[in-house]
């Protein structure tokens, strides 16, 4: 009895020395050698522990280098063609979101006219056409350009829309300006005959 008492003494007396010493060990790395923030700098000539980044630093994911896509611009002039290939998801992709984003003010066929326009009264101005000649010939970077910074009256868009979203919205800017500009020569011929004669 009386030895059995002195082993759970002993064990418990163990079991305090490996506490302390795993607490001490902790309380070490606590207190590591290191700058708790705003803390003063006796390294550096002005103080600051805090070090701005090296010039030219770009964070991890926001490397912007393809001036093309996020600019809609090639050596500073407006892109004249699309950074990446227009396939018909593409499109629909764009078609999708010009409902959603832009057909408000300019309507569904792009002519300005849309339920914002109609029914925002003398002190909204009127969105442009798409259909003018010269917006016909607007380089599709100038789409991307004034959804993307805004333009006039017109807020930008780009907090709202993707990069790639908006240029599936230019592309299919470019959709409704043929849909309203189009000529039989355009239509395959293959599908003439049946658009002439009004079959599904
Ligand atoms: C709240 C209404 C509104 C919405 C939504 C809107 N726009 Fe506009 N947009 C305007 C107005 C108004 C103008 C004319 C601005 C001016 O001339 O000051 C305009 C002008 C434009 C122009 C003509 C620029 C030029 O060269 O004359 C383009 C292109 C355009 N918008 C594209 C878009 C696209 C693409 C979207 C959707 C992402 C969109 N807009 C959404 C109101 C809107």
Not at 36 to 51: I, L, N
Not at 92 to 111: L, N, W
Not at 121 to 132: E, L
Request: include cysteine; glycine fraction near 8%; proline fraction near 4%.
């Amino acid at each position: 009895m009386k030895s059995n008492q002195y082993q759970l003494t002993s064990l418990g007396l163990l079991c305090l020395i490996c506490v302390t010493t795993l607490a001490a060990c902790r309380q070490d790395m606590h207190d590591q050698p290191k700058y708790e923030p705003y803390e003063v700098s006796s390294f550096f000539d002005d103080k600051r522990t805090a070090r701005n980044p090296v010039e030219g630093t770009i964070a991890r994911g926001n490397l912007r280098a393809d001036d093309h896509l996020y600019t809609g611009k090639v050596n500073g002039e407006l892109a004249t063609t699309f950074p990446f290939e227009v396939t018909r998801e593409v499109l629909e992709r764009g078609q999708e979101r010009f409902g959603i984003y832009c057909a408000p003010c300019h309507s569904s066929i792009g002519d300005g006219n849309g339920m914002i326009a109609q029914r925002g009264g003398s002190s909204m101005k009127q969105p442009a056409t798409y259909h003018s000649q010269q917006m016909r010939d607007m380089p599709v970077g100038h789409f991307f350009d004034v959804m993307t910074n805004g333009f006039g009256s017109m807020y930008s868009y780009s907090e709202r829309i993707s990069v790639r979203d908006r240029w599936a919205i230019a592309a299919y800017i470019r959709v409704l300006q043929m849909s309203q500009n189009a000529s039989i020569e355009d239509v395959p011929a293959a599908q003439r005959q049946r658009l002439i004669m009004g079959e599904q």
